[in-house]
């Protein structure tokens, strides 16, 4: 068992998270586990910190708020922890909340344990509202960016650093995506070609850095 740590940062951030777990490339047997408990919540500017050290397993949050449930957004969960009371009752939510409020970025952070024996992962957020960066492990894998990404192509590789899996197929590559825009490439890889490898994900394009990105399992 691998636990997993994700984080996000956004304004106004209300998600609701699942891990999606294909037992093969075929994807013959899935199952979904929705990550609604366990995250915690602290303002951007009181965090010392950026992405890559927040979403590593080692780090610290226990002093942060507590999230009872997601999706929630940040005003719920500082309700929640007493930070402000009775928000909408009268006109507390105009007289007691700063007017800059909204101006200000939020870290939402959990850490979740990944079923072994799988090959693929998937996390999926179906409800960000309404721009976030996502990291994982240390790993910036979505963000909030405004340019249109041209010809992005991806490879599996053996390793870190190393060559591309071979033989593998793609069902799409080379794919062009607008700001915010997801996409799912599925490689389909023989299980002869997996044994006693570390594999990653290397993504690079027109106008995209090249990254790469350990695999969470394999």
Same mark, same amino acid.
């Given at each position: 068992m691998r636990t997993r740590n994700i984080v996000q940062t956004g304004l106004l951030l209300y998600s609701l998270l699942l891990l999606s777990i294909s037992r093969n490339a075929l994807g013959s047997s899935s199952s979904a586990e929705e990550l609604n408990t366990g995250w915690r919540l602290m303002a951007a500017d009181k965090v010392d910190a950026d992405g890559s050290r927040i979403s590593a397993p080692n780090f610290d949050a226990s002093h942060w708020c507590t999230i009872r449930r997601m999706p929630a957004t940040v005003l719920q969960a500082l309700e929640d922890n007493g930070v402000y009371k009775?928000?909408?009752?009268?006109?507390?939510?105009? +007289?007691?909340?700063?007017?800059?409020?909204?101006?200000?970025?939020?870290? =939402?952070? +959990?850490?979740? +344990?990944?079923?072994?024996?799988?090959? =693929?992962y998937s996390v999926i957020f179906n409800g960000i509202n309404y721009r976030a960066d996502v990291w994982l492990n240390g790993q910036l894998i979505a963000n909030r960016s405004q340019i249109i990404a041209f010809l992005i192509r991806a490879e599996a590789l053996n390793h870190a650093g190393g060559d591309e899996i071979l033989p593998i197929t793609y069902d799409d590559n080379y794919v062009t995506l607008f700001p915010h825009e997801p996409t799912t490439i599925e490689a389909t890889i023989p299980t002869s070609q997996m044994v006693g490898l570390q594999p990653a994900v290397r993504i690079e394009g =027109?106008?995209?850095?090249?990254? +790469?990105?350990?695999?969470?399992?394999?």
């Open positions: 009775d928000l909408y009752f009268g006109m507390n939510l105009a +007289t007691a909340v700063p007017h800059d409020f909204w101006k200000h970025d939020w870290w =939402y952070r +959990t850490a979740f +344990t990944v079923p072994p024996g799988h090959h =693929y =027109y106008n995209v850095p090249a990254k +790469t990105r350990q695999e969470i399992s394999h």
